[in-house]
């Protein structure tokens, strides 16, 4: 199956701080990936859809000044997390649909950030 | 907008027995529906997804059937292994494969 990478798995920063999540389609396109938020036991709640080439599509309730998304090229879609609060822990995982073959649909996972603010 | 509710959301086996999760749906425009398998710290992998064309698919010890009328699919886990053992999420997704919109889980627990 197609790869998603993500970088890094885990992060510790200070409250304030901004960080940047990467998630990469190693072995094809991604015209679409999609930002996930997972509390401990719980589920993944779509934070926002990311469009090569155009702004994100946030969920209700995500602000996205705090959660800044860019697909700037059809392999690479950053995730920032601006001023970083201690509620902000959490793991982000995010996933990729390509465009490619007769398009199953299958979302394909990064291994998932696990951001913990101070 | 989709919302899926699953149940239970835990379950106990014993090794050797079957395991059924269910899940719900509310957008009847919504028309795939894949099942995911997660083990703690490590990302959702796909096991088996099901279309709206079809009302049941089957992949070795696993099956999922799917009532469009009522809106709800179901995961089978026939002769359950310990390594099963994971957190099992639905989810559904609108035509087009738009955004998926998960369960809240299922952590399922098979004892040797």
């Known amino acids: 199956g197609a790869v998603v990478s993500q970088h890094p798995s885990w992060v510790i920063c200070k409250s304030g701080t901004s960080v940047k999540i990467e998630c990469r389609s190693l072995?094809?396109?991604?015209?679409?990936m999609f930002w996930y938020r997972q509390f401990p036991k719980q589920s993944l709640m779509l934070m926002a859809t990311?469009?090569?080439?155009?702004?994100?599509?946030?969920e209700q309730g995500v602000e996205k000044d705090k959660f800044l998304i860019n697909h700037a090229s059809l392999t690479l879609s950053t995730l920032t997390v601006t001023s970083a609060h201690p509620e902000d822990s959490s793991f982000y995982i995010c996933?990729?649909?390509?465009?490619?073959?007769?398009?199953?649909?299958?979302?394909?996972f990064g291994e998932g950030s696990r951001l913990t603010v101070l | 907008g989709e919302n899926v509710e699953q149940h239970p959301s835990t379950l106990s086996v014993q090794e050797g027995d079957s395991a059924v999760i269910k899940c719900t749906y509310s957008?009847?425009?919504?028309?795939?529906f894949p099942w995911y398998k997660q083990e703690l710290g490590k990302r959702p992998q796909l096991i088996i997804d099901?279309?709206?064309?079809?009302g049941e698919k089957k992949d070795q010890r696993i099956a999922v059937t799917l009532n469009k009328t009522a809106k709800h699919f179901s995961l089978h886990i026939t002769e359950t292994q310990p390594e099963d053992s994971a957190v099992y999420f639905c989810?559904?997704?609108?035509?087009?494969?738009?955004?998926?919109?998960f369960g809240t889980g299922t952590r399922l627990l098979v004892s040797p």
């Open positions: 072995d094809f396109q991604a015209t679409t």
């Open positions: 099901i279309r709206s064309n079809v």
């Open positions: 996933s990729a649909r390509g465009s490619f073959g007769s398009n199953t649909g299958e979302l394909f």
């Open positions: 957008d009847s425009a919504s028309n795939y």
């Open positions: 990311s469009n090569e080439g155009s702004k994100a599509t946030y």
């Open positions: 989810a559904a997704s609108m035509a087009g494969f738009q955004k998926l919109v």
